[in-house]
């Protein structure tokens, strides 16, 4: 699965995770920060995920020697 | 009596004003040491000498208004204020980047900007430049990029309407002083827009959450609260940098974008017409000159290699104005094009209907060329001859006005589906009108045998 479409499918995740509430009024500057938010919290994931990701990058690699 | 600039009013800390034809920026005291610290830093200096940032000094540290202390900046005067609405989509783009340039180079430097508004920037003799000293504040740990909404409504979003849809922004961006919410270019998305990355993250998901997120939700306030690092906060503004130098015109070709190829002059007569201009220019010696329908900006690199210091082009074309941008660009002159539509100028326009001043508030110039552009509205749009003639004469108190005859095929394509009833439209009731006008004729020179002319004017000024 290309990169795009896993961080496209994990903010959908987060987005269906918001409570949903078509009535609730939210500014563009709320809006703002909550983008940001969303990134921040992928970019944690990711960096958490680099060092697991990166040792089983690495064992592939052996074995295709 | 200071009387501030009708479009200042928005930032509490300080506003514009004009005196004696100097620009000043009364601030509020309580900003007065980090202001201080930021034009002493090498940082603020760097901007400067980069023609990033307009120049700046201060002034005068203490000057009591009666409202607090308050200390006062001059700035380098700019004589031509444009607005993104007026810009092409090159020129937005530029615009775009600096500001993220601006921004990234500013956080690297400890410093961030309060705002993202495109109209922080306008465009100098090309060039974009950025002149809102007072959204500079130091960085403080985690905080968020509180312009980032605003960038994508001033910026992002018009660029995208036009690089991924074909749509020109001008008239939407000038519709609202927000700018172009993301809510209207979603409207045009289709289901593979989803899927690129940056458009979901900036355009599609802001979307979303602004119709459907609930703030009070634990999981809003958790994102809201959750601590937004300086790698993070860069990696927004590189990403996004990367996202807008990869946008690109979609629909390049135009009616008028290859005029300087495909026009109906023949060699010798343009070549008449370019010399026209280069005696003119010469003689004259303007220091700045407008060019009413410029096209892509072969007359304005003739005015500018015959000595004119600087030259502001308007044209409604977006190909050829796209055009005109690419080259001014890539030959470094002092050519500014912008976009105009004559028959429905900028209006004034914001709060009071004075934030934004209109055209002729603002275009004023030494001298005005006006070819192969009035009979585009007298005859394809009906403005009566007299009404064009005073408004260009307002411009400038010389200039150039092209006549094309009613016999030229460039008019009689106009008329083929309507009507002649321009029975004033000729030569001599043009020469009368000018006169009417108080324009006194200077000459009129033949273009080849086109059997079109060059009438220079000059105004007859109490």
Redesign the interface.
């Known amino acids: 699965m290309k990169n795009?479409?896993r961080?496209?499918i994990y903010?959908g995740v987060?987005?269906a995770?918001?409570?949903?509430?078509?009535n609730?009024y939210?500014d563009?500057?709320?809006?703002?920060?909550?983008?940001?938010?969303?990134?921040?919290?992928i970019?944690g994931i990711l960096v958490f995920l680099r060092k697991p990701l990166d040792l089983i990058k690495k064992l592939f690699k052996k074995n295709d020697h | 009596m200071i009387t501030r600039e009708p479009g200042s009013f928005r930032d509490n800390l300080g506003y514009v004003f004009k005196k004696d034809g100097r620009i000043f920026r009364l601030c509020d005291g309580s900003i007065l040491a980090q202001t201080k610290e930021l034009l002493e830093s090498n940082f603020f200096k760097d901007l400067v000498k980069r023609g990033w940032l307009v120049e700046t000094e201060l002034v005068d540290s203490y000057v009591g208004d009666g409202q607090g202390d308050k200390f006062l900046l001059e700035h380098k005067k700019i004589d031509f204020f444009s607005f993104p609405y007026e810009w092409s989509f090159e020129y937005l783009k530029s615009a775009a980047l600096l500001h993220l340039d601006i921004q990234i180079y500013a956080l690297d430097n400890g410093y961030v900007l309060r705002d993202s508004s495109a109209y922080n920037l306008t465009y100098v003799k090309g060039q974009p430049i950025f002149i809102d000293i007072l959204s500079f504040k130091p960085y403080e740990i985690d905080e968020?990029?509180?312009g980032?909404?605003?960038f994508?409504?001033q910026f992002l979003n018009p660029l995208v309407l036009k690089a991924r849809y074909g749509v020109d922004f001008n008239n939407w961006y000038r519709g609202s002083m927000r700018g172009v919410d993301s809510a209207l270019v979603n409207k045009f998305a289709k289901m593979r827009d989803?899927?690129?990355?940056n458009f979901?993250?900036?355009i599609f998901?802001?979307n979303?959450?602004?119709?459907?997120?609930?703030?009070?939700?634990v999981?809003?306030k958790?994102?809201?609260?959750?601590?937004?690092?300086k790698?993070?906060y860069r990696?927004?503004l590189v990403g996004l940098k990367k996202y807008v130098q990869s946008l690109k015109r979609l629909n390049k070709k135009t009616t008028w974008s290859d005029y300087n190829l495909n026009n109906i002059y023949g060699d010798k007569s343009y070549r008449v017409k370019k010399e026209i201009v280069s005696e003119f220019c010469a003689r004259n010696k303007p220091q700045s000159l407008i060019d009413v329908g410029c096209n892509s900006g072969d007359f304005a690199i003739v005015a500018i290699s015959a000595g004119v210091a600087e030259v502001i082009g308007f044209d409604n074309d977006f190909g050829a104005l796209g055009e005109a941008c690419l080259r001014a660009n890539e030959l470094s002159i002092p050519f500014t094009p912008l976009y105009l539509d004559a028959t429905n100028q900028s209006a004034s326009q914001g709060w009071n209907q004075m934030e934004r001043s209109g055209f002729n508030q603002r275009f004023r110039a030494h001298a005005v060329i006006a070819l192969a552009f009035i009979h585009h509205l007298v005859i394809a749009n009906n403005i009566p001859l007299e009404y064009v003639i005073e408004w260009i004469i307002n411009i400038a108190p010389i200039g150039l006005i092209e006549f094309v005859p009613i016999e030229d095929a460039t008019i009689q394509k106009m008329l083929e589906h309507k009507p002649d009833i321009y029975k004033n439209y000729n030569l001599l009731n043009m020469l009368s009108l000018l006169e009417a006008a108080k324009a006194s004729i200077v000459k009129i020179t033949d273009i080849g045998n086109t059997g079109r002319c060059c009438i220079e004017f000059k105004r007859i000024d109490k």
Not at chain 1, 29 to 40: D, E, K, P, W, Y
Not at chain 2, 222 to 229: R, T
């Open positions: 795009s479409m961080v496209n903010v987060c987005i995770m918001l409570s949903l509430n078509a609730a939210i563009p500057g709320i809006t703002g920060l909550l983008v940001q938010g969303l990134i921040a919290v970019g | 968020r990029w509180t980032y909404s605003q994508c409504n989803i899927f690129n990355p979901f993250i900036h998901l802001p979303i959450l602004e119709k459907y997120s609930d703030r009070n939700s999981i809003s958790k994102l809201i609260e959750k601590k937004f690092q790698d993070s990696s927004l």
